[in-house]
């Protein structure tokens, strides 16, 4: 390895968390029961550019200021996560304006367009007769998450990166 070469990977680990910066940390995430609800082991870790609102706020702002190498548990309340989960989320449609297939169930999760044309997850949560109850709250509203994360490194981001909001290359965007 050249002598540069292990001044920069010094850089690298040295760098303290903050808004700019590219983050790549290894994750468990767990419900309040301690079940796992989604995982980065055995697979790439999550990276995201500090400061963009790319991962849930309560998270990122317990990463604050952190360095390559720290290991943490970060309990994140609801409204610092996927927010609470709020009754007007949920709505009432006719079987006749949902696809025939596949056929509405509990659980089914569908595609929808909000009001102003953004993009909504629904989930079908119950059926009465012609009726589907639909869920448009995320799946992780109204639940504190628990995370344990171990971060793997840290850089400051590229201009490019600055400009378009989120990583690119390995682990990031690629355009």
Same mark, same amino acid.
């Given at each position: 390895?050249?002598?540069?070469?292990?001044?920069?990977?010094?850089?690298?680990?040295?760098?303290?968390?903050?808004?700019?910066?590219?983050?790549?940390?290894?994750?468990?995430?767990?419900?309040?029961?301690?079940?796992?609800?989604?995982?980065?082991?055995?697979?790439?870790?999550?990276?995201?550019?500090?400061?963009?609102?790319?991962?849930?706020?309560?998270?990122?702002?317990?990463?604050?200021?952190?360095? !390559? #190498?720290?290991? &943490?548990?970060?309990? @994140?309340?609801?409204?610092?996560?996927?927010?609470?989960?709020? $009754? /007007?989320?949920?709505?009432?449609?006719?079987?006749?304006?949902?696809?025939?297939?596949?056929?509405?169930?509990?659980?089914?999760?569908?595609?929808?367009?909000?009001?102003?044309?953004?993009?909504?997850?629904?989930?079908?949560?119950?059926?009465?007769?012609?009726?589907?109850?639909?869920?448009?709250?995320?799946?992780? !509203? #109204?639940?504190? &998450?628990?995370?344990? @994360?171990?971060?793997?490194?840290?850089?400051?981001?590229?201009? $490019? /990166?600055?400009?378009?909001?989120?990583?690119?290359?390995?682990?990031?965007?690629?355009?």
């Amino acid at each position: 390895m050249p002598a540069d070469a292990s001044i920069e990977e010094t850089r690298l680990t040295m760098t303290t968390i903050a808004n700019g910066s590219v983050v790549a940390f290894e994750y468990t995430l767990r419900d309040g029961a301690g079940a796992v609800i989604d995982s980065s082991q055995g697979g790439a870790p999550m990276v995201y550019l500090h400061g963009n609102g790319n991962i849930v706020a309560g998270l990122e702002e317990a990463l604050h200021g952190k360095t !390559a #190498g720290a290991h &943490l548990k970060v309990t @994140v309340k609801p409204e610092d996560g996927y927010g609470e989960w709020r $009754e /007007e989320m949920v709505m009432k449609v006719a079987r006749g304006r949902l696809p025939k297939n596949p056929e509405p169930k509990v659980g089914l999760e569908l595609q929808g367009v909000g009001p102003g044309g953004e993009p909504l997850h629904l989930r079908v949560i119950a059926i009465e007769g012609d009726m589907i109850s639909l869920d448009a709250n995320h799946p992780l !509203a #109204g639940q504190e &998450l628990h995370f344990d @994360v171990s971060v793997q490194t840290v850089r400051e981001a590229s201009e $490019e /990166e600055l400009a378009h909001g989120h990583v690119h290359g390995h682990g990031g965007a690629h355009h």
